[in-house]
């Protein structure tokens, strides 16, 4: 039985829901990278790095390339990257329409001036 297309994407989106592997992907936007680069810049333990590459490399998303001694990660198509540059514009319009809300609060916290109106009154 086909899985409804739906739950395709559900299990993708949850594929994608770590923040390791989408840092992974990140650095994976400019070409192949060394496993020896990304435990570098992302700093965790080699075998949490080595669980996270496996999941991506499972799902497809990400190839290994072996070179030697070397193990090199390349993403498997482009469409990851847009993917990414496309959760970055959403974020970015998703914070600023909440910056634009927080000045509102902002500045409905302020207190209104009291208008003293003439010094002599009636």
Do not use: W
Not at 35 to 51: A, G, H, K, M
Not at 82 to 92: F, P, S, V, Y
């Amino acid at each position: 039985m086909q899985v409804p297309l739906y739950q395709a994407k559900a299990e993708f989106f949850r594929m994608l829901g770590h923040p390791v592997r989408i840092r992974v992907l990140e650095l994976l936007q400019n070409g192949p990278v060394p496993v020896r680069d990304l435990l570098t810049e992302i700093e965790i333990e080699p075998s949490s790095l080595s669980q996270q590459l496996a999941v991506l490399r499972r799902s497809g998303i990400v190839v290994s390339i072996r070179e030697g001694s070397t193990v090199r990660y390349a993403l498997a198509g482009g469409d990851v990257a847009e993917l990414l540059r496309a959760a970055r514009r959403i974020l970015t319009e998703l914070l600023a329409g909440q910056n634009e809300l927080l000045a509102e609060l902002r500045q409905a916290d302020c207190p209104v001036p009291v208008s003293h109106g003439s010094a002599n009154p009636p």
